[in-house]
């Protein structure tokens, strides 16, 4: 029933899971191997078979992008791949916000789109692939990866793989020539045979469907998206399939659907009314899915700029490194509150009443990694008062351990995490708040600027790694307990932070749900660096970024967060020797004796 403990040695850079075509994470074993990732050394860059994706660029899409330049750029030039035209132009206007020297038509905009002759399917039974890419000279390309990283728009690597295949064989074309030959052509289209989803599909066979030797052939060992497409959904991958995978994640988000069960049978069960998420008039229909947890951030808060005009927003508490990033970069700037505390919220108040305006408040609750809670009942008592909109995160905590939704406008999430737990695809979504001040405003600016980018393949492999989400949440709330007591009784550990033992637990505990737990994200400093080495290289979990995942993971979270800000981090309490624990569903006893033995390795 539950996971067991690693057995299998990771090797630096190999995916996690092992063999895990689209891993969202990757083996950084050792604490020098971390230190030596971000400094750049060639023995762990160059055995990286993946990353975590908005800093990592997947090799599928990396050589999506070189095939696109080898065609229709130069030798000098590089590519960034965005899912729509309109991902792309907001690449370009932070590159002429950026960069102050940017020649004219030195980035532009390639539009690509499925050839004529294999249209038929576009709108229709099967899903339509196209993607823009933003052409930029080579050395300008800090400026795009900063983009990428920290908006999340970029496209997932299924859709680069499948994408690849059709570039390759001719059948994805500059739109521009595309849209000259429909203006050229006179009466009805005569369409030709559709295309398969799947990347080989329309390339084998007259019929458009690829044989059962031929698909054997196909997929390669630890190839998990086409084995799972072969073995689950056959070779087409029908869009109506998929958007019922996407309506029942939707339901899930929205706390209506939490049995596990098969993709038609959830659609067919009556909602749950007793996890719905406690808010009148609430329904999935106020639920967005985007392609990652800050492609969401990202969003809401470019939304919320269009919904209410250019103005400063606000940061509480200190926050995972992007998000902080995009509150800067993408608007008129950020006042940052990177403690916490109830002093700043002193703070904050004094400027509003000195008539000080902001956008929106944004806070995770709780925080990652301090794991610290915010004081909702006030924030939004201030946001009542002085007009501002409120923003959090709810991913570390999620809607099964809290319920944070009536204190805020808009939360967002990190489906990617513990909601999908099989570290294998990117997710996020926006729930908006029917009862929140700015409902109507939002919900009309919302059905004008979301578009639906997730790619239908990325949709399938998060309903099914979703259905049972409640029963995982549940266990490892009861395993991040038992580790947190191991770590609290130790005498070498000074610090131990999660939610039930922090000095911010009352304000958890007003959003806590009746049967909800304190979530399975934890963290620990020592009082010595050289204890942390020692702990952290003898500690026998996964070790590599992210979180949520149905096993422990492990990571010195701050040297890979903020390496090249140590002392910033550090001055907000964020020690540079802080090892950060996403907590898995192992069994209980063993996962402790885990951690036991490497706190028994740190020397005396």
Request: overall charge negative; glycine content about 6%; proline content about 5%.
């Amino acid at each position: 029933m539950f996971a067991t403990i690693k057995n299998v040695e990771n090797a630096v850079g190999e995916t996690i899971p092992p063999l895990t075509a689209h891993a969202v994470s990757v083996s950084l074993p050792t604490w020098k191997s971390n230190v030596a990732y971000e400094e750049g050394e060639d023995w762990v860059i160059k055995n990286m078979k993946t990353g975590y994706p908005r800093f990592f660029i997947h090799l599928s899409i990396a050589r999506l992008a070189e095939v696109i330049v080898e065609k229709h750029a130069l030798p000098s030039e590089q590519a960034m791949l965005f899912p729509t035209h309109k991902a792309a132009l907001r690449c370009l206007d932070f590159f002429n916000r950026q960069v102050s020297d940017l020649g004219p038509k030195e980035v532009r905009i390639l539009d690509l789109v499925p050839a004529p002759e294999n249209l038929s399917h576009v709108g229709s039974e099967t899903a339509s692939p196209s993607l823009s890419a933003v052409i930029f000279p080579k050395e300008r390309f800090p400026t795009a990866k900063s983009f990428w990283q920290h908006s999340g728009e970029g496209i997932s690597s299924r859709r680069a793989e499948y994408c690849y295949e059709l570039f390759k064989r001719g059948l994805l074309v500059e739109k521009e020539k595309v849209d000259d030959l429909k203006r050229m052509c006179k009466g009805p289209r005569r369409y030709q045979k559709k295309v398969s989803m799947d990347s080989t599909g329309p390339l084998n066979g007259s019929n458009g469907h690829t044989s059962p030797e031929e698909s054997k052939e196909q997929v390669q060992e630890g190839q998990d998206s086409l084995q799972f497409i072969e073995e689950r959904f056959g070779r087409n991958l029908n869009v109506s399939l998929a958007n019922k995978a996407l309506h029942a994640v939707k339901r899930r988000i929205a706390g209506s659907l939490t049995a596990d069960l098969e993709l038609t049978e959830a659609l067919e069960q009556e909602a749950d009314n007793s996890r719905v998420r406690q808010c009148s008039g609430f329904s999935e229909d106020d639920v967005y899915i985007y392609s990652c947890g800050m492609n969401a951030i990202y969003n809401t808060h470019r939304s919320l700029l269009v919904a209410r005009g250019p103005m400063k927003s606000i940061e509480y508490g200190f926050p995972y490194v992007d998000t902080l990033k995009i509150l800067e970069k993408f608007g008129p700037g950020c006042l940052f509150y990177g403690m916490g505390e109830s002093e700043e919220l002193d703070d904050l108040e004094r400027r509003l009443r000195n008539g000080e305006r902001y956008l929106a408040l944004f806070c995770e609750f709780p925080g990652n990694p301090l794991l610290k809670t915010p004081d909702l009942v006030r924030i939004k008592r201030l946001a009542d008062e002085f007009d501002f909109a409120v923003v959090i995160d709810e991913t570390i905590g999620n809607f099964i351990n809290v319920n944070v939704l009536p204190y805020a406008d808009v939360v967002v999430s990190s489906l990617t995490k513990i909601f999908s737990g099989d570290c294998n695809v990117m997710g996020g979504s926006a729930v908006l708040n029917p009862k929140g001040r700015y409902y109507n405003l939002l919900k009309q600016t919302w059905e004008a600027e979301f578009e639906n980018n997730y790619w239908p393949e990325d949709t399938l492999f998060l309903e099914r790694n979703s259905r049972d989400f409640v029963s995982r949440i549940e266990r490892i709330n009861l395993n991040a307990e038992a580790i947190c007591e191991v770590l609290l009784s130790h005498p070498r550990i000074k610090q131990v932070n999660y939610p039930k033992h922090s000095p911010t637990k009352r304000f958890y505990d007003q959003c806590r749900t009746v049967s909800g737990g304190y979530g399975g994200l934890l963290s620990a400093t020592f009082y010595r660096d050289s204890d942390a080495v020692a702990f952290y290289d003898n500690l026998d979990t996964a070790k590599g970024p992210s979180l949520g995942t149905n096993f422990t993971l492990s990571s010195p979270f701050v040297i890979l967060a903020h390496y090249n800000e140590l002392p910033w981090a550090s001055s907000f309490g964020v020690d540079s020797n802080l090892v950060r624990f996403s907590v898995g569903l192992e069994e209980t006893d063993a996962l402790v004796a885990v951690f036991r033995r490497a706190l028994a390795a740190i020397p005396q």
